[in-house]
């Protein structure tokens, strides 16, 4: 494999940065890792299962990598990216794998010098899980990454880093963070938006139905045992890491809002077929989300991916 990086600075090594540690060192396209991490206790995960060769709690000692990664909740950025500036290499890329882009933009152009190159990135890919243990060289296979450059970002550094993200296994694909933002705000940011309310309701349902006064009592104790095969795919994501996901839901708010004002509107519509015991209109509902679902599956975006198939 040709060297894309001689050095890759990865800055937060839980599920998403190892796997990329982990990608990177099976395809041989880099010469040297350089993990960087807060955390003692994924540092230490990190040195034992040899995921780089230099570790460090000093994101300082990033600033002589070819291309940086920020696999850290979005809200650290800048003052990660300010504590860089003074000593980043010239002609190095700063990219990383957060899934909001509009605010990453415009936290970081006022922050990132002119001789280094600002492009965001995000791999549409993950587990319910977090840590570096998690993490899987096979993660990124196959799946979408996005790539959202500023308009002037120039283009040799933009087609280096997408030739990187293949070398992991990745299909990329470039769009403006404004639309980026707005296409997984459905498809990421409402899903899990759902699955944290719907854990909650369970949580609270207990306490719930006896302030109603209601008879028949369901309680917390019943629907944890009890949980079927949707609850348990529904709320999968709810095991999520909440720093990270505190940063999108602030961070996206009015494309989620936007999209959770759309669903509202549609939960409305089912709710009133139901209500009115309209049979055909139910099976309708359901036969077109049946549809819409088999075509997610066909895209390869579900169902056809065990994510840690070949975890080290």
């Not at 002589?64 to 000593?87: E, F, K, T």
């Not at 190095?92 to 990132?112: E, N, P, Y």
């Not at 899980?129 to 120039?154: C, K, V």
């Not at 940011?189 to 369901?218: C, G, R, W, Y």
């Amino acid at each position: 494999m040709t060297i894309l990086f001689p050095r890759l600075a990865i800055i937060g090594i839980g599920l998403i940065g190892s796997s990329i540690a982990r990608a990177a060192l099976r395809a041989g396209c880099v010469e040297g890792i350089t993990i960087i991490d807060c955390n003692p206790e994924h540092l230490s995960s990190a040195v034992n299962l040899r995921l780089g060769d230099r570790f460090s709690a000093d994101v300082q000692q990033a600033a002589d990598a070819d291309l940086i990664i920020l696999a850290i909740p979005s809200g650290s950025y800048r003052d990660i990216a300010q504590q860089l500036v003074p000593h980043l290499k010239d002609g190095a890329i700063v990219s990383d794998t957060g899934s909001v882009k509009a605010q990453v933009l415009h936290d970081l152009k006022g922050v990132i010098p002119e001789n280094v190159h600002l492009i965001p990135a995000h791999p549409v890919a993950g587990t319910e899980h977090s840590g570096p243990q998690a993490g899987s060289s096979g993660l990124f296979r196959n799946r979408y990454t996005l790539i959202t450059p500023p308009e002037e970002t120039d283009e040799a550094a933009i087609v280096r880093l997408e030739d990187f993200w293949r070398a992991l296994g990745a299909i990329p694909e470039r769009m403006s963070a404004e639309h980026h933002d707005r296409v997984l705000a459905m498809t990421s940011h409402l899903p899990h938006f759902i699955s944290f309310a719907m854990v909650h309701t369970a949580e609270h349902l207990e306490k719930n139905l006896k302030q109603e006064q209601v008879d028949d009592m369901i309680s917390q104790t019943e629907v944890m045992k009890y949980s079927a095969g949707g609850f348990r795919d529904l709320t999968r994501i709810a095991h999520a890491n909440p720093a990270m996901w505190r940063d999108v839901l602030l961070y996206n708010r009015d494309a989620i809002l936007e999209m959770l004002h759309r669903f509202q509107q549609d939960l409305s519509a089912l709710a009133a077929f139901t209500a009115r015991g309209d049979a055909k209109a139910i099976e309708n509902w359901v036969q077109d989300s049946r549809r819409i679902r088999l075509m997610i599956a066909e895209m390869g975006q579900a169902g056809k991916m065990v994510y840690n198939e070949d975890s080290e």
